[in-house]
């Protein structure tokens, strides 16, 4: 009963972001006509901020405007357009009518929008995908992670490949997300995207979906400015700096990272081991410029955001990220970083102490790798091809 009365509420609001959307469109139409504005393409990033997605892409993508209604609290970036309120359930009711505003105002202004997640500016998307495709705006998806995957198709995927993934575990703490209904929702996200949709960008594995349509390889992008290769911290490695980041360590395998370290500890090898959560990302960078050793996640087929910083800032990475499962990623990054499953973490790392020359090998390797395909400028040239064959430009 509960339920059903959120799903009445949850619908009247959404009605009720219709009318001040329409409003709003027709508003700022009218004020056109007075003020007249040079026809050009402008793209519209946004809306949740999941891996510094939008503030890349507003780096990569010209001209944009960047849109964070979710702001993620390690990151300080700046966008053109965000909701800075704290407290969530005002940053909610503030967005309830911003969102739709702002969208009347964006859709009056620009001719592409490109969605991260599986969010928008009204509390469901379809609306404005729809409104959107009837005054030939393109529209472009990038799903990063569960805004698309279905529980329910990973799980079947990685027990044929007699695999664990994070998701069984996801479920263990939260039994909706294996739910039907949950199944249900990442149907209608997939199938509202695929009507709509000009362009869809995706993992096809790791974030394993019910997408039918062509899909085109995750992104990652990172500033080549924020690059730091530090060859120094290599010549001398009789204290091996190791360092884990998880953002959630449950799914990232920290408790098989802690018990790595604990045996290798009371094997008397000797290294420093840091582990960080809930810090800013600046905090973050910092101990990467002087780690030799990183270990990211080990329930996950992709690299992640951090992945790259690490390969970006010279470190020798271990993580499960496997081309071979996720073909999406480039081929030669088998060599990148030194791929590791959740049942090899003591091994791979015992390897790494007991051979340091190959220490700066995976760290250079790496670099290089992230180098090649993730920079802005490479990027750039990736989305902007992908664009001309799909004639979004």
């Not at 964070?68 to 909610?92: V, W």
């Not at 969010?119 to 990038?142: A, H, P, Q, Y």
């Not at 695999?163 to 990442?186: A, C, H, I, Q, T």
């Not at 490695?237 to 290798?264: C, D, N, Q, W, Y």
Request: glycine content about 4%; overall charge positive; proline content about 4%.
């Amino acid at each position: 009963m509960r339920i059903k009365r959120i799903k009445i509420i949850y619908n009247l609001i959404y009605f009720f972001q219709i009318i001040i959307f329409v409003i709003s469109y027709y508003f700022f139409k009218l004020l056109s006509f007075f003020y007249k504005q040079k026809k050009e393409p402008l793209w519209v990033i946004g809306v949740t901020e999941i891996a510094s997605n939008i503030y890349h892409l507003g780096n990569v993508i010209k001209p944009s405007l960047t849109v964070c209604l979710d702001k993620k609290r390690f990151y300080n970036y700046k966008y053109d357009f965000s909701i800075d309120i704290s407290n969530k359930y005002l940053s909610f009711l503030y967005r309830i009518f911003y969102g739709p505003i702002l969208l009347g105002y964006l859709a009056n202004k620009a001719s592409h929008f490109f969605y991260i997640w599986n969010t928008g500016f009204l509390l469901n998307r379809e609306f404005e995908f729809k409104f959107l495709k009837s005054r030939k705006k393109k529209i472009v998806c990038l799903f990063v992670g569960n805004d698309i995957r279905s529980p329910k198709l990973a799980l079947e995927f990685t027990k044929r490949i007699e695999m664990d993934y994070f998701v069984e575990y996801v479920g263990y703490r939260n039994p909706y997300y294996l739910s039907v209904e949950y199944d249900n929702e990442k149907k209608e996200v997939a199938k509202i995207a695929e009507k709509y949709a000009d362009l869809i960008f995706n993992a096809k594995y790791d974030q394993m979906s019910y997408l039918q349509c062509k899909q085109y390889p995750f992104i990652y992008m990172y500033d080549k400015n924020k690059f730091f290769r530090n060859d120094d911290k290599f010549e001398n490695l009789t204290k091996i700096k190791i360092l884990h980041a998880p953002s959630e360590p449950l799914f990232k395998g920290t408790p098989l990272v802690r018990a790595a370290i604990k045996k290798l500890k009371l094997e008397g090898y000797n290294f420093e081991y840091v582990e960080l959560q809930n810090v800013p990302n600046e905090v973050v960078i910092e101990h990467l410029r002087t780690s030799h050793i990183v270990l990211n996640q080990f329930y996950s087929f992709v690299p992640g955001l951090f992945g790259i910083e690490a390969m970006a800032n010279h470190c020798a990475v271990l993580m499960s990220a496997d081309p071979d499962i996720e073909t999406s990623l480039p081929q030669d990054g088998k060599d990148a970083w030194l791929i590791t499953k959740y049942w090899e973490v003591y091994d791979k790392l015992k390897y790494l102490l007991d051979n340091p020359e190959k220490i700066k090998y995976y760290a250079d390797k790496g670099f290089e790798f992230v180098s090649k395909y993730y920079t802005y400028e490479r990027v750039r040239d990736y989305l902007y091809r992908i664009f001309k064959e799909n004639n979004i430009i």
